[in-house]
């Protein structure tokens, strides 16, 4: 099912400069709970990596482009390349994770709820795969 609601807020790159330091611990302590009850959804099954409903990962998605990753090389051969990434999956069962969480994703609300917006990218992936 898609649900889909208007939610007023500022996206968090748009609100940080003007919150108070206690207000920016409550929103990081907020969307740290959020991100481990998402990493806490049960997967069932444990072999499977991609996006729900057995869809293939979008794209250019963050965590493909991501230069920061474990396996980012460089690589002098593409094999190389396979084995690196093959290698940090077999070491992390699949997790249910955003991948696109970014300021721009997530939205401050005027009572200080944290909301995390733009879902079309969640995916069963290794952990190391939300940066």
Not at 28 to 52: E, H, T, W
Not at 91 to 102: E, G, N, Q, R, Y
Not at 118 to 124: C, G, I, N, Y
Request: hydrophobic share 40%; with cysteine.
């Amino acid at each position: 099912y898609l649900v889909m609601d208007y939610i007023k807020g500022d996206t968090l790159s748009a609100a940080w400069p003007r919150l108070s330091q206690n207000q920016r611990d409550d929103a990081m302590n907020r969307l740290a709970a959020q991100f481990k009850a998402l990493r806490s959804v049960s997967q069932p099954d444990p072999c499977y990596y991609g996006r729900i409903e057995r869809q293939g990962i979008i794209p250019n998605t963050p965590m493909i482009r991501n230069p920061q990753a474990s396996w980012g090389g460089p690589y002098g051969y593409y094999t190389e390349l396979v084995e690196a990434m093959e290698t940090s999956m077999q070491f992390s069962a699949p997790v249910l994770t955003h991948i696109d969480a970014k300021a721009e994703n997530i939205l401050v609300c005027e009572n200080g709820r944290v909301v995390i917006i733009d879902w079309e990218t969640l995916a069963w992936l290794p952990k190391w795969a939300q940066w």
